[in-house]
């Protein structure tokens, strides 16, 4: 297995036969279903769920939240271990929707590798490019899945010219597709040289493979008609010439994507997806840190938090904390180091993930998901360590796009209504702001489905009905510079001003005119719209 930098040492084995990774892609592309039989092959399921199933087929695994099944839609994050072959898979599934993109940036920060998939027939779309920006920013090694090509699709060539242009980087085919839509009988293993074969009866069964001795093997013409046969040699003949062979080197540095073509729904193309990710995708990676960056073979145990999902289990009322491992051999009542508050914490009951199911996870490596329960102390952009200082960064915090006024059907519950509120904020499921001047709260979110979301959970998990009212602002901005100039600033502007969550200073807009207004006037503080999730 190749690494990034060349002067590293060998990881551990049991580091390294790890691949964590995120599945990424543009709303009903297909990532979910992919995300299902992923656990299917990799012995997690007896039989793969789907996320708009009738009657007596089983719904998806890793979409747990009521209105997730509902809709047939992820919009949090959730992430799955399991075993394939030799390799140790921690698959992060993260919501399509741009609506919960802020959720799906800060995932990407807790990976190696992305996933991205892409429908044959839209081909690249508008979320897919947007969260190809984000990977590209991270250098984020990607491997390519092209789905639903048992549909009517577009030409192979005009996919991947498409995935060139639109995303600056050079694909090269992993698998060539025998025929679409109804014509299409399987793909042709371009690593392997393997004809792979749909059955198309049996969704949950893997695909046939059958070893062959190139495109002019005799063999062939017992699984392919013949005038997909022809079509075949010709474009494999056609891609080999125009297209770049694998590079490993240029995957793991983020400049090449070999591309996988399948149909996740009848289970094909998926096997060989994962033995590429065993194969070309990197082992754990070092961690941006402050003062220095964490090595994933340091013998003492680092990890941060980046995502934490409240009520998961709505009975326990309970808080998960998703912590990536960066170094180290976690083991069961460990103590670690809470590094924002400089206490000590006794990890009892860390729990090793399979969508909503849990289980307790007596040990884990770098590379690792775990969850750890908490009432509240863990929040996104922590760090745990044995001791040492150490900052995981680079964990983004956005500035909302849409704001409103809450207020709790009954008055008489306001107090609930905060508590509720703040345990979102720390979830990362919003921005809650409190106004210097009047009473309640404004809530800020990235997509309006959020504020559906919201309340659709706070009356779940609360038992607390609410109505979200307009503001009469736009957007928010947190507000950075020295002590007195900035209180100076906040004594002046006091009808703008609010405080975050975590008691930052921030300034509500309710246009444009009013950012450029205090650039102008108040040259020693800056207004930021992002801001680094550790204290």
């Given at each position: ?9 060998a990881l ?17 592309a297909?990532?979910?279903t ?15 769920g789907q996320?708009?199933?009738k ?11 009521a ?9 949090s994050?959730s ?9 140790r898979?921690?698959?992060v599934?993260?919501?399509?929707h741009s ?10 920060t ?6 991205m998939?892409?429908d044959?027939?839209?081909g690249?779309?508008s979320?897919?490019?947007k ?20 549909r ?7 996919i991947i ?6 995303l600056?980087?050079d694909?090269?085919?992993a698998?060539w ?13 371009m ?9 198309r ?11 062959i001795?190139?495109?002019?093997d005799?063999?062939?013409a ?14 494999v003949?056609m891609?080999?010439?125009?297209l770049?062979?694998l590079d ?16 996740a ?9 994962m033995?590429?990710?065993g194969a ?9 840190a402050e ?9 003492k ?9 409240a009520?998961m ?25 809470h590094?924002?508050s400089?206490?000590a914490?006794?990890?009892?009951a860390p729990?090793?993930?399979?969508a909503?199911?849990?289980e ?27 001791g ?6 680079g ?15 009954d008055?008489?519950?306001a107090?609930?209504l ?9 979830e990362?499921?919003?921005k809650?702001?409190k106004?210097q001047?009047?009473?309640?709260f404004?809530?800020g ?6 504020f559906e979301?919201?309340?659709?959970r ?5 038992g ?9 602002f ?23 001003m609010?405080t ?13 005119w009013?950012?450029?207004?205090v ?13 680094e999730?550790?204290?």
């Open positions: 297995m190749l690494d990034t930098a060349q002067n590293r040492p551990p084995p049991e580091i390294a036969r790890r691949r964590t990774f995120a599945i990424i892609s543009h709303p009903d297909g990532k979910t992919l995300t299902e039989k992923f656990l299917l092959f990799g012995g997690a399921i007896q039989m793969a996320v708009r199933a009657g007596e087929a089983r719904r998806t695994r890793s979409d747990f939240m209105m997730e099944k509902d809709r047939g839609i992820s919009v994050a992430a799955m271990s399991f075993d394939f072959k030799t390799f898979f921690n698959l599934d993260t919501p399509g609506d919960f993109s802020e959720d799906t940036y800060r995932t990407l807790a990976v190696d590798a992305a996933i998939v892409i044959g027939a839209k690249v779309e979320q897919t490019r969260l190809f920006e984000v990977c590209r920013l991270r250098d984020l090694p990607i491997l390519t899945f092209c789905n639903k090509m048992d009517e699709s577009r030409d192979t060539f005009e010219d498409e995935i060139q242009e639109n600056a980087i694909v090269t085919p698998s597709p025998i025929g679409t839509g109804r014509d299409f009988v399987g793909a042709y293993d690593l392997n040289d393997r004809l792979e074969i749909m059955d009866a049996d969704r949950n069964r893997v695909a046939e493979s059958i070893q001795s190139g495109l002019d005799p063999k062939l017992d699984h392919v008609p013949e005038h997909l046969l022809g079509q075949l040699r010709e474009e003949e891609a080999r010439e125009l770049p062979a490993p080197r240029a995957v793991l540095e983020g400049h090449m994507t070999p591309i996988w073509f399948g149909s729904i009848n289970s094909f193309g998926v096997k060989e997806l033995e590429g990710i070309y995708a990197p082992e754990p990676q070092p961690a941006r003062p220095r960056q964490i090595a994933p073979e340091e013998g145990v680092a990890g941060f938090v980046f995502k934490v999902q009520n289990d709505p009975k326990h009322r309970d808080r998960v904390a998703f912590v990536r491992l960066a170094s180290g051999h976690f083991e069961r009542g460990m103590k670690l180091t590094v924002r400089k206490k914490m006794t990890v009892s729990v090793l993930f399979l909503s199911d849990r307790l996870a007596e040990e884990a490596w770098a590379g690792d998901i775990i969850g750890i329960p908490n009432h509240g102390q863990l929040r996104i952009g922590d760090t745990l360590t044995e040492e200082a150490l900052k995981v960064t964990i983004p915090s956005f500035a909302p796009e849409l704001l409103q006024g809450v207020r709790a059907g008055p008489m519950k107090k609930h905060e508590k509720a509120l703040m345990q979102f904020a720390e990362g499921a919003a809650v702001f106004p001047i009047g009473s309640g404004i809530v979110v990235v997509g309006a489905l959020q979301v919201l309340g659709a706070i009356e779940s998990e609360y607390l009905p609410v109505r979200f009212e307009p503001s009469q736009t957007s928010a901005r947190w507000v950075h510079g020295p002590k007195d100039k900035v209180d100076t600033f906040a004594a002046k502007n006091s009808q703008h609010a975050d969550n975590d008691g930052d200073a921030v300034y509500l807009t309710r246009m444009q009013d950012i450029d207004r650039e102008r006037d108040y040259p020693d503080v800056t207004l930021s719209a992002t801001k999730m550790m204290v």
